[in-house]
């Protein structure tokens, strides 16, 4: 039976669950008598509620607190091993799975490289159906128990009706990739297990919205800084965030060639991989045969000796000038969306930390309006190098949010992107 406005019983029920689940997982444990306050929900919803959640085994006691002048009330919280969740990050030099308990708990890992940054479609879809039944042995998790596998990837995803995600990944060779379609295909996983994939810049941003440092913004901008750089816009409008190719604006004309073919493009002087280049050839010498992270760690130990020697004029300078054009790429974000922050993550961004940070703020601050400038901080992440796969993570979580708790049902095709649905309604700020 329907209401005036066309939802259903079921649908207050579901939408019931989803409330009270939410607020046990981020701000509980709770009480009854605080979840009604916290959900807008009687009192008598809320124990139905808490009732079916009990009963289902998603949520469980956690002690007492004394009450005014009463018996001690029962606090709840989500039982953590009610569900589990694989994330994936489809990286620049490896592919990484991790699973998760329902509190994002890492139960195990496992990594995969990509061998000169071979990107063989093939070759990736294997690695994440191997990493996938790695990590559910490793941990004794039957696969009948995941709410599903959440993948961040390089590129743009487009949601097709009879092929799922589709990736367009122009810098790594990904030309249409129905990379959802070649993971369901000859998939270990039951069909109710969903794949759920999104661009890794805004997976690493809604970790850093739900859980790092972006909780209590409503205006952010999340920056992945590794081989290549991306962000990730929040803003009222869009709070469950979306993929922006940051990296692919033009910041020099005829300028250095871009992996994407552009000429110009920010991710040719401010990503790692560039970064990195420039310095050979300005006659730095990494260390032979070093992947791009120790190499990069080399530089930064020629421009800021430990031992208080000076440092290394070359790696130094090469460094400033990343800086300043890091720095005029946040200018445009801040110009364009005034975000309240801007969190800088990434391999390469967190590795280059504190020391390189202050330069990057000044320059954002020259190059940007004086109005927004004033307004907007410019911090790292706080999630560190696993940000994205925590984020991929969140993709199936939200996804059960958004069904109240239950478990998907098998659809032909493959299950619809019911996760934004539970991203758009309540992103915990």
Known sequence: MAG?????????????????????????????????????????????????LVADGLVEEAGSVDSDGGRPRTLLRVAPGSGHMIGVDIGETRVRIELFDLTL??????????????????????????GVAEVLDAAGIAAERLLGVGIGVPGIVERTPDRGAVVHGQTIGWDAVPLEELLREGSPLPG??????????????????????????????????????GACLVTPDVEHGRAVEWGHLTVRVRGRRCRCG????????????????????????????ADEETALTALLAAAYPADGAAPDPVAL????????????GLSDLINLFQPERILVGGWAGLRLGTRFLPAVRRHATAYALRHPAEKVTVELGRLGPDAVTV???????????????RRPEPLPGGPPPAWRTALAERVPH
């Open 317 to 328: 300078a090469v460094l400033e000038e990343t800086a300043e054009y890091l720095g005029a």
């Open 105 to 130: 708990t890492e139960l195990a890992r496992a990594e995969r490289p990509l061998e000169q940054r071979r990107y063989e479609v093939d070759g990736v879809v294997g690695h994440v159906r191997d």
């Open 262 to 289: 552009a000429l110009g493009c920010l991710e040719a002087y401010a990503g790692a991989e560039a970064l990195l280049a420039r310095w050979r050839e300005e006659g730095g010498r990494p260390p032979e045969g």
């Open 4 to 52: 005036h406005n066309g939802r259903t019983v079921r649908d207050l029920r579901r939408a019931n669950r989803t409330a009270v689940l939410q607020r046990l997982y981020f701000d509980g444990p709770l009480s009854r008598f605080e979840l009604g306050p916290a959900t807008g929900l009687s009192s008598g919803s809320v124990s139905n509620v808490v009732a079916d």
């Open 391 to 405: 984020g991929a993570a969140i993709l199936p979580l939200a996804d059960f949010f958004a069904r109240g708790g």
């Open 192 to 229: 109710t297990v969903p794949y759920l994939i999104d661009n890794g810049a805004r997976t690493l941003g809604q970790a850093e919205m739900w859980f790092g440092g972006g909780r209590g913004a409503r205006t952010a901008c999340v920056v992945l800084f590794g081989s290549g750089v």
